[in-house]
């Protein structure tokens, strides 16, 4: 199954937000629009958009992924026991 680089495009950029926002909270002088929203503010800053990106980016990713393990000849039961090995707490 070919990648799609859009996805790939997006999801390395949504990786160098998350870092990148990460070290707001250690910053003086930055504008507000690029940290958190507080608790009872009406707004959404930068740093509010890194992780539903991220949740977006691998929500695309999910069905390219089981389809290419669909096309690799693994059957339904070897996928749910691969997603249920690969997403276990350690």
Excluded: Y
Excluded at 35 to 49: E, F, I, N, R, T
Excluded at 63 to 81: Q, V, W, Y
């Amino acid at each position: 199954m070919k990648r799609i680089s859009s996805i790939d495009i997006l999801r390395s950029l949504t990786m160098l937000l998350m870092l990148w926002v990460n070290d707001f909270a250690s910053m003086e002088g930055i504008p507000a629009w690029m940290c958190h929203a507080p608790g009872k503010v009406d707004m959404l800053g930068l740093s509010d958009l890194a992780f539903p990106s991220f949740l977006f980016c691998m929500g695309l990713s999910i069905p390219f992924a089981i389809e290419s393990r669909f096309s690799k000849g693994d059957g339904i039961l070897n996928t749910i026991g691969h997603i249920l090995l690969r997403s276990r707490q350690h």
